[in-house]
């Protein structure tokens, strides 16, 4: 368990992307929150007790957001064997990741939606802001209290749906019908509690791609923004259908999983470059982990034939290889920061700003995480309480 946080300290000497670029700048924090943000800023008065940390130039972002997770663990394709366990705390501070959103995906049998909600609160504990989405691949979906809108108007972690299967052999084939009314549960709900209330949608190697969604769409008077489909990259002809998706306002997901350069599919950097010189909207991608998750291939008879597991990391690997590939820090940023802040509905996260939470993540020379601040608490590399950042001389 970490020590309580400061509540007043100084950062010197920052160089800010908040995600736009802010130039070198103090931040002063609060309580966990950012009450200044600004170059050369007055001290605390002696009173405050603040602890001052000169950064020394170091490159400072706003803590990544992860929108999808197996926080509990995945996997499960290969028998109980390969159930996957849990990720700590730890993982996602090491990670420069300081928001995630957890959900249940191809086991939502023996994985429950009630072990995810507990999970989701205990890494809320650990200053890992958690969320999760209730469902899972199937219909009917795993619930908690027996129903989508009951989810998320009860239990306040909750804020969507998802991972829900579609194009996918693995997937229970929702119809039109089921879809539809999934999507609503997912909207209204969201209206009633205040949350996002998205779909989150597992999208496979199916020929359909995303047909169901246009479908959807086009058979109900749904806004195209509660639809946000996952695994886009996974396939060059379904990253095409994405595009076109998020010209009609739905905002699409990218895994950061591995692809071989021989594979028909976008690693993540190249997705997001490729998205970002299109005219699809801006704002309307994210990246994300899949971190717990499995990454099975399978045989021509459906049947497992190798997997491992996604990390975390791979989100910040993957924004360390836009930028050496030319994409400014403040261009690849929003698409694990501001974007899924906005698609998720998570106020006073993804950005520096007084106001807002102070997450953030100090780069080193390579750009990966050094050490990451969550409600005002220092964390170093592997993700442990560092209290020797609380001064100037680590
Ligand atoms: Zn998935």
């Not at 197996?70 to 996997?75: A, C, E, L, R």
């Not at 959103?101 to 909600?117: K, N």
């Amino acid at each position: 368990m970490a020590e309580s946080p400061a509540m007043f300290s100084l950062l010197r000497n920052a160089r800010v992307w908040a995600p736009e670029a802010l130039g070198v700048c103090d931040l002063a924090v609060v309580n966990g929150r950012i009450a200044a943000l600004a170059p050369a800023l007055d001290s605390f008065p002696s009173w405050c007790n603040a602890i001052e940390t000169d950064l020394e130039g170091r490159t400072v972002i706003p803590a990544l957001i992860d929108g999808h997770v197996h926080i509990t663990g995945g996997g499960g394709e290969a028998g109980p064997g390969s159930r996957i366990p849990p990720l700590s705390a730890e993982t996602f501070r090491a990670a420069g990741i300081g928001t995630v959103v957890g959900l249940l995906g191809t086991d939502d049998t023996t994985r429950t939606t009630g072990d995810l909600v507990a999970w989701t609160r205990e890494l809320g504990a650990q200053d890992v802001s958690a969320y999760c989405l209730t469902g899972g691949y199937h219909v009917p979906l795993t619930t908690l209290t027996g129903s989508v809108r009951g989810d998320m108007a009860w239990i306040d972690v909750v804020i969507g749906v998802g991972e829900l299967a579609i194009s996918d052999h693995r997937s229970s084939r929702p119809s039109n019908e089921e879809l539809v009314r999934i999507a609503a549960d997912a909207h209204v709900g969201g209206l009633m509690s205040g949350k996002a209330g998205i779909l989150h949608l597992h999208i496979g190697d199916g020929p359909a791609g995303l047909d169901p969604i246009r479908k959807a769409l086009a058979s109900s008077d749904l806004p195209a923004a509660v639809f946000h489909p996952t695994h886009v990259n996974r396939r060059k002809a379904l990253f095409e259908e994405a595009l076109d998706l998020a010209r009609q306002g739905s905002p699409v997901d990218v895994t950061a999983f591995p692809v071989a350069a021989d594979e028909d599919g976008w690693a993540a950097p190249d997705a997001l470059i490729r998205y970002l010189e299109s005219d699809a909207p801006d704002d309307l991608i994210t990246m994300t982990s899949d971190g717990g998750g499995c990454l099975p291939a399978f045989d021509t008879d459906g049947q497992v034939t190798s997997y491992e597991v996604a990390a975390p990391r791979a989100l910040a690997d993957a924004f360390r290889a836009a930028v050496v590939a030319g994409v400014p820090i403040e261009t690849a940023l929003p698409c694990l920061t501001t974007n899924p802040a906005r698609v998720f509905g998570l106020v006073g996260k993804g950005a520096l700003e007084r106001g807002k939470a102070a997450d953030l993540v100090v780069l080193d020379d390579l750009l990966m995480p050094q050490r990451v601040m969550l409600g005002g608490t220092w964390y170093g590399p592997d993700g442990t309480a560092s209290p020797r950042m609380r001064s100037n001389d680590d």
